[in-house]
């Protein structure tokens, strides 16, 4: 299995800015592709940002030109650097990551926990 552990959630102005790290653990693994998800109370969880292991990258239309999403493959970590933050922003944000056991072709989606990011008016 791959465990996904996501860190540094927490409070923030409008305005201000929070990087969000994602480091996946395990033993005989392929990450593919990794991203960002978020649920905001109420709402549906939806889709934030995701890379490519080669780098390609995918927003959403709400987070373009404020988000950065990148990854460090040597450290099975993914990032997201999140500027210009919103009051909209705030939710519980997920990290997910597709991934594959070694010698096998099954793709399969690890979650994390979620980590709380609040931005205040």
């Known amino acids: 299995q791959v465990q996904l552990v996501e860190s540094g959630g927490g409070l923030v102005q409008a305005g201000g800015s929070l990087g969000l790290s994602c480091a996946a653990s395990?033993?005989?693994?392929?990450?593919?592709?990794m991203g960002w998800y978020r649920q905001a109370p109420g709402k549906q969880r939806e889709l934030v940002a995701t890379?490519?292991?080669?780098?390609?990258?995918n927003y959403a239309d709400s987070v373009k030109g404020r988000f950065t999403i990148s990854r460090d493959n040597a450290k099975n970590t993914v990032y997201l650097q999140m500027n210009s933050l919103k009051p909209e922003d705030t939710a519980v944000y997920y990290c997910n990551a597709d991934y594959q056991q070694s010698f096998t072709t099954t793709r399969q989606t690890s979650w994390g926990q979620g980590t709380q990011v609040t931005v205040s008016s």
């Open positions: 395990g033993s005989g693994f392929r990450i593919n592709a």
């Open positions: 890379i490519a292991p080669l780098g390609s990258t």
